[in-house]
T-cell receptor
Framework: QKEVEQNSGPLSVPEGAIASLNCTYS??????FFWYRQYSGKSPELIMF????GDKEDGRFTAQLNKASQYVSLLIRDSQPSDSATYLC????????????????FGQGTILTVHP | DAGVTQSPTHLIKTRGQHVTLRCSPI?????VSWYQQVLGQGPQFIFQ???????GRGNFPDRFSARQFPNYSSELNVNALLLGDSALYLC????????????FGPGTRLTVT
């Protein structure tokens, strides 16, 4: 079982629609969860992070976390063609000693295409 | 302020050779992490350094090594290159070494032939 799993897509949505991206993780000790966006040929850029169960909103983006189900999602409202990119889910795991440092474990990413 | 810088941008090496990749963090940031991203996959953690000490190491062979200098810049060294080492190597900078505020550099694209 992969530590972080995402549907690789591609996910195609029309402009103005809600895009829903999903991610599951295996390490129950993970404390914080991140969504990065990566345009083709560029480096990842942080969209938002979440560490408490429930929803966290930032502009058109909403992250949702359910630790009991080990599930994280990202909703993009009013999707725009400029949102077309690969979306990477990442978790911050704890090591064998229970320490959390700066390591991020990424999923393989979901390719999102927003068509006009 | 300048962001994270990495050099070189692109690099072509032959199997068996050695390579050194360089990273300069954002001014004031004391932690640097290295990731390898193979085409079509997410980044994979290689190392983290904080205040010149190794804080974490990923599941990579001993051919991979790194260090952090007193000015907090960092080098990633890879010996005995294999074709499978071809990837985008990303450096991420953070102020305190936590996962919450890591900023990625543009990466170095390494091709091994």
């Amino acid at each position: 079982q992969k530590e972080v799993e995402q549907n690789s897509g591609p996910l195609s949505v029309p402009e103005g629609a809600i895009a829903s991206l999903n991610c599951t993780y295996s390490d129950r000790g993970s404390q914080s969860f991140f969504w990065y966006r990566q345009y083709s040929g560029k480096s990842p850029e942080l969209i938002m992070f979440i560490y408490s169960n429930g929803d966290k909103e930032d502009g058109r983006f909403t992250a949702q976390l359910n630790k009991a189900s080990q599930y994280v999602s990202l909703l993009i409202r009013d999707s725009q063609p400029s949102d077309s990119a690969t979306y990477l889910c990442a978790v911050n795991p704890r090591d064998a000693g229970g320490t959390s440092y700066g390591k991020l474990t990424f999923g393989q990413g979901t390719i999102l295409t927003v068509h006009p | 302020d300048a962001g994270v810088t990495q050099s070189p941008t692109h690099l072509i090496k032959t199997r068996g050779q050695h390579v050194t990749l360089r990273c300069s963090p954002i001014s004031g940031h004391k932690s640097v992490s290295w990731y390898q991203q193979v085409l079509g996959q997410g980044p994979q953690f290689i190392f983290q350094y904080y205040e010149k000490e190794e804080r974490g190491r990923g599941n990579f062979p001993d051919r991979f090594s790194a260090r952090q200098f007193p000015n907090y810049s960092s080098e990633l060294n890879v010996n005995a290159l294999l074709l499978g080492d071809s990837a985008l190597y990303l450096c991420a900078s953070s102020l305190t070494g936590t996962a919450y505020e890591q900023y990625f550099g543009p990466g170095t694209r390494l091709t091994v032939t």
